[in-house]
């Protein structure tokens, strides 16, 4: 499975401190501070060890809930007004990366592991879609990091694992909580490879594609053609497509993945929304959420799209000079988080008028 054999790709030891920080070298957003184990809400335990999605618990983001993805960024709380016409579907990345951690899924009650991807992956990127759509985020046993590092026969039982419980949560959501309602499907890193998975198996070719408003798969590379009917968004305002980027620093190719890739990946310029490789400079970047959630950093990236990945400016912030890592994974959302806001809302606009017709 092509997916599977570059796999390796998407997760780099740069990032192994924590998956919510946006580059190395700049200071953690001050929830790094935060002892997780001990936040009372965290406390429930599995009996079985297999998550029940009846129970909100298993859920890191549910509409019925109080939860990070809430969170609006104090720029947008004036002029925000929650309209929720589609559902998100949204699969966290790789929270499970502790080197000194045995195993080699993540325990569903894990208090720790569950607040740092609720603190991370739900507060600076499922957050972006708030004000357009109801948050749905499974929390499921995700396969640790190390698991990409490994031969392949040996991580899949880990994988199908993590896979087996996004599958389960995606259909206790649409037996019960989607009621017919537009999806967006989304996610980064190891959640991607689920996404992708997910969508091959319900919704390209099947019927479910009349709900597909489009689908953000970020982090990981994606073959153009890995679905037989989904095809790459060639806009701003497609629908029933997908769009997915990897970030780097311009001129930038990894020489241990990247560069020896056989394949060509689909890559979508997240600041004009095209394939194409013209030079979007920062000046189109509607700005980036970074460690400081409340604050929005406008012109933070310019975007350009090489071969196989989406290259950018070094992150124009104040002691930029500092940041070396030229590998830019952990902010393939936040950095254009105002951009990909706007776009959902524009999109979701086309597909209810679609409807219509």
């Not at 390209?204 to 790459?232: M, R």
């Not at 393939?332 to 959902?344: G, Q, T, V």
Request: charged content about 20%; some cysteine; glycine content about 4%.
């Amino acid at each position: 499975m092509v997916m599977k054999k570059y796999k390796s790709y998407f997760l780099f030891k740069a990032i192994l401190p924590a998956i919510f920080l946006f580059f190395s070298g700049l200071v953690l957003n001050s929830c790094s501070k935060t002892n997780y184990s001990t936040l009372p809400v965290y406390q429930f335990k599995a009996k079985s060890g297999v998550p029940d999605y009846s129970n909100l618990d298993y859920w890191a983001a549910h509409p019925w809930k109080k939860d990070p993805s809430d969170s609006v960024p104090s720029p947008l709380q004036k002029n925000y007004q929650p309209d929720s016409v589609a559902d998100v579907f949204f699969i966290h990345p790789t929270t499970l990366t502790d080197n000194n951690d045995q195993r080699w899924n993540a325990d569903i009650d894990d208090a720790k592991i569950n607040a740092k991807t609720d603190y991370s992956s739900m507060l600076y990127q499922a957050s972006v879609f708030n004000e357009h759509c109801r948050v749905f985020a499974p929390r499921y046993r995700q396969a640790h990091l190390k698991s990409f590092y490994i031969q392949d026969s040996v991580s899949e039982p880990y994988f199908n694992l993590a896979y087996e419980d996004v599958r389960a949560a995606f259909l206790y959501y649409l037996k019960y909580l989607n009621k017919g309602r537009p999806i967006i499907i989304a996610s980064h890193s190891q959640g991607t490879k689920h996404a992708a998975r997910l969508m091959k198996e319900f919704f390209d070719g099947k019927e479910l594609y009349k709900q597909l408003v489009c689908a953000y798969i970020v982090g990981l590379p994606v073959p153009k053609d890995y679905f037989t009917h989904i095809t790459v968004c060639k806009d701003s305002l497609s629908t029933g497509c997908f769009v997915s980027w990897r970030t780097f620093k311009s001129g930038y190719i990894d020489p241990a993945f990247v560069a020896k890739e056989k394949f060509e990946a689909a890559v979508v310029n997240p600041l004009v929304w095209t394939t194409d490789n013209n030079y979007s400079s920062p000046s189109y970047n509607k700005g980036g959420v970074l460690t400081h959630f409340n604050k929005i950093v406008p012109h933070v990236v310019s975007a350009r799209i090489h071969q196989n990945v989406l290259w950018s400016c070094k992150p124009r912030i104040f002691g930029k000079i500092f940041i070396h890592k030229k590998n830019y994974h952990v902010g393939d959302i936040n950095l254009f988080y105002m951009n990909i806001r706007e776009n959902i809302a524009g999109r979701i606009k086309v597909y209810s008028t679609q409807q219509h017709l």
